[in-house]
């Protein structure tokens, strides 16, 4: 009796150490401006701000909006690195390839862009379809001017359900809200950065 209950334990050891799946944090956002798309004509120097980030978006693992008031961490899938730098280096590269010269140096800027990631999830409710969610908030700070906020709110559907999926599906929400962008500072923001 002794020898089954060593052996069984064991198995039910065993059991519990192998049907976890491998962690899978080797996702990055990727997203670049067509460059077929039109070049704004907005001058500069602009420095871009370091984006804050509302919790519980800064976790590297996918967040699923479960239910209205439900958010779950993923802890096998996500991103390689903290989500909010990803989107700080597209935002960067994005706003540098519309040919807006941008500055490190936030005193030699004409204009500041700062804000906050308000949003960076896969929506699972039941009266939605399953989509990538990504909301930035930003605040345009020109001198002389008040400042003016920006929401750009990006949705793509993940198809299919996987890691890779909500991956492209995020870089087509990250490609949705930043095209929103560039089109309000084109719109907005020419009269006060040129």
Known sequence: MRYFLIILTGLLLAACTTNRPAAEFNYLLTTERP???ARAAIAGPVYVAPLGVDEPYGQRGFIYREADQ????????????PPARLIDNRLGEWLSATGIPLTQDRNAARSIIDGRIGALYVDLRAHTANEAVLELRLTVRTAGQAPRQIIARGRAPVTPMSGDGIAAAMNSALADALSQLEAALAKESQPALR
């Open 35 to 37: 460059a077929n798309a």
């Open 70 to 81: 439900r958010f779950a961490v993923d802890p096998y899938r996500g991103y390689l690195a």
